[in-house]
């Protein structure tokens, strides 16, 4: 019998931003899953710009990771993380805010798949429990 081998092309985006909006999202059927927007920096550190994502939570160290710092981000501290995402893709909408309303936009959209350190208000965050890399 001949097995047919399936192949991937990965793309991973890495960085450092803000994470920001932790939402655990049920739907009616299948398992809930975590979502994050994430304000990643770029640019010179006098000028910074921001770029928005908008993260679906996969794998368990992300899950940890994001557990341990959404009391933080609930509580509007600035929580800086260094992010590693997959599968970022550029999804057109039509924009319903009064100052742009039906504007077309992109939102992108990506997969968070890991955190490497996090900082709350400057201090560096060692969780209670011992996150896998």
Do not use: C
């Not at 960085?15 to 975590?34: A, D, H, I, Q, S």
Request: hydrophobic letters at 40%.
């Amino acid at each position: 019998m001949k097995t047919r081998q399936v192949s991937y092309f990965d793309l991973f985006t890495t960085g450092v931003g803000y994470l920001n909006r932790v939402t655990e999202v049920t739907m009616e059927e299948g398992m809930p899953f975590l979502t994050v927007k994430i304000a990643a920096l770029r640019g010179r550190a006098g000028n910074v710009k921001k770029t928005y994502f908008d993260a679906k939570v996969s794998g368990t160290q992300a899950h940890e990771w994001v557990r341990v710092l959404a009391d933080d981000v609930a509580q509007g501290r600035n929580v800086l993380i260094r992010f590693r995402l997959s599968d970022l893709e550029g999804v057109p909408y039509t924009s319903r805010n009064e100052s742009d309303e039906g504007q077309t936009r992109v939102s992108l959209r990506t997969r968070l798949i890991g955190v490497d350190w996090a900082r709350v208000d400057g201090q560096v965050i060692q969780p209670e429990r011992q996150i896998a890399a």
